[in-house]
């Protein structure tokens, strides 16, 4: 696992510089929210989709150090990087029209939503079959198990769909989203640790190479950061930021843990609370706002916050409540 942390770290290095003036060769430049910030406007033209650094050596990694044989019907990891694939794929789409039209609206909602529920739907179905998941969830800090029967299918598929785009509206300032993801990736390698010290066979291969997978992609995360903290010069884009929260939400419900996503995602989850509050309020009180904006770390920026310092408060949050959440595992 720390082996994993350090080659991603070392090898995301290494890919930045290579893929950087690609992106400006293709002219694949960032196009501004007209309603974001003022200070925003001169991100303008940064290079986006940088989120490919995180996929390449976050895949490659976790392949090369993949213990035993792939089992295309229970491979935990295999599953897991199809739908962060097939989320990437989503976003990918979604950086390309905005590129195209050149303005900051790619797909509309329906149409992404449409494809997160398909592939939500078809995750669903693999955890309730799968001998080594099943419907069952873990209950954090009781110890206990809750066996949701056939109402698992369509609460995973919520909670997937949820939780990309929640890690999709968290990617607003430079450096947050990676730094928050490094965090939780961080945790879930932990967590999938421990449970493998309690399994044994397969599964408890299984969970070692998510391990492994979690650890890959926190240190993509950490070397991304050299390239994207403020002031960045590449930004993840949809490509990247769908990309980590299908990985993320796979890793949880592989874990049998979705209910821990309340805490360890708790800076994704306010993001989308935040939009959803302000999209209710401004219309049943016909164009008023709770937040200056949204999602909430635009609230912060527009109330003076300075970028990095949102980034800094966002990051401790996380590391408090990861911590927690292991403290809930233990207990």
Not at 70 to 93: E, H, P, Y
Not at 119 to 134: E, K, N, R, S, V
Request: proline share 4%; glycine share 10%; with cysteine.
């Amino acid at each position: 696992m720390i082996w994993a942390v350090l080659i991603a770290f070392v090898a995301s290095l290494a890919v930045g510089p290579v893929l950087l003036p690609v992106l400006r060769k293709l002219k694949f430049g960032q196009n501004v929210y007209e309603y974001a910030p003022k200070t925003h406007q001169k991100k303008q033209g940064t290079p986006t989709m940088g989120g490919w650094m995180i996929c390449i050596v976050g895949v490659a990694v976790a392949a090369a150090m993949h213990r035993g044989g792939w089992r295309f019907q229970t491979d935990m990891v295999l599953a897991a990087l199809l739908l962060a694939a097939g989320n990437l794929c989503i976003g990918f789409a979604d950086d390309m029209t905005k590129i195209r039209r050149k303005k900051n609206r790619g797909l509309s909602e329906k149409q992404k939503l449409v494809f997160q529920i398909a592939l939500g739907l078809a995750f669903a179905i693999y955890c309730y079959a799968h001998p080594q998941i099943g419907p069952s969830i873990v209950v954090p800090f009781f110890g206990g198990v809750w066996d949701l029967g056939w109402f698992y299918i369509p609460s995973a598929t919520f909670v997937i769909v949820a939780t990309t785009n929640s890690a999709n509206l968290l990617d607003g300032l430079d450096g947050l989203l990676g730094s928050v993801s490094l965090v939780n990736f961080a945790t879930f390698g932990l967590l999938a640790l421990f449970a493998a010290n309690a399994a044994h066979g397969e599964l408890q291969g299984n969970l070692l190479n998510v391990a492994v997978l979690c650890c890959a992609l926190a240190g993509a995360c950490m070397g991304f950061l050299r390239f994207n903290t403020y002031p960045a010069h590449m930004i993840m884009g949809d490509t990247g930021s769908m990309f980590i929260g299908g990985a993320m939400v796979a890793v949880a419900l592989m874990l049998r843990l979705p209910l821990l996503l309340i805490l360890i995602c708790f800076c994704m989850a306010i993001s989308s609370l935040s939009v959803l509050l302000q999209r209710i309020y401004f219309k049943l009180t016909h164009g008023k706002r709770i937040f200056k904006s949204s999602p909430l770390h635009h609230h912060f920026e527009l109330l003076g916050v300075p970028e990095s310092k949102i980034v800094a408060m966002y990051t401790i949050v996380t590391v408090l409540l990861c911590l927690l959440s292991l403290l809930g595992v233990s207990a």
